[in-house]
């Protein structure tokens, strides 16, 4: 498959992720994207990236386990990664049926797949997919479900950048 070509990304295809960790820094945009989501407008710009969690010496503000929402938000970044589909925007339209099947930890080695279970080309220059997602720990030479997902994504072709 080339990069150009989403038509070989048909019903069953799976995509594997590159090995990727949630970082502690992640969490913290996490926060602060969150918390200036309630208080748009009311002095946003008194906030820079990690004003909310404060210089702590290096460690984590966090705990140890990670929230379910930044682990999906990280797996689909990885997933936008993906080398069949980088030369493309990928926008989230929809994650449904959540399922937490372990803990994953902060700084975890993690892994994801994304089985293609529907996909259409109904609108013309975009391809809509949807996707069963997992989250995978390996460990012990044993892999790991550690969450599962549905999702929605739309994907164009990007233009390219000017030369």
Do not use: Y
């Not at 929809?94 to 930890?105: C, D, P, Q, W, Y």
């Not at 997602?133 to 549905?150: C, S």
């Amino acid at each position: 498959m080339t990069v150009h070509d989403l038509g070989s990304l048909g019903v069953g295809k799976t995509l594997t992720t590159q090995e990727f960790a949630v970082r502690p820094s992640d969490l913290t945009a996490h926060v602060e994207s969150s918390f200036l989501g309630q208080v748009i407008g009311t002095c946003e710009e008194c906030l820079s990236t990690g004003s909310l969690a404060g210089d702590n010496g290096g460690g984590s503000p966090w705990g140890r386990v990670c929230p379910t929402s930044v682990a999906i938000d990280r797996m689909l970044a990885a997933l936008a990664r993906h080398e069949a589909l980088r030369e493309h925007s990928m926008v989230v339209r929809s994650v449904g049926r959540v399922r937490a099947l372990g803990e994953l930890m902060v700084g975890e080695p993690i892994t994801g797949t994304a089985e293609v279970r529907f996909r259409s080309q109904r609108n013309p220059g975009s391809t809509h997919l949807t996707v069963e997602v997992e989250l995978h720990r390996w460990q012990g030479g044993r892999r790991t479900t550690l969450l599962g997902f549905e999702a929605g994504l739309e994907l164009r072709h990007a233009a390219p950048a000017a030369a």
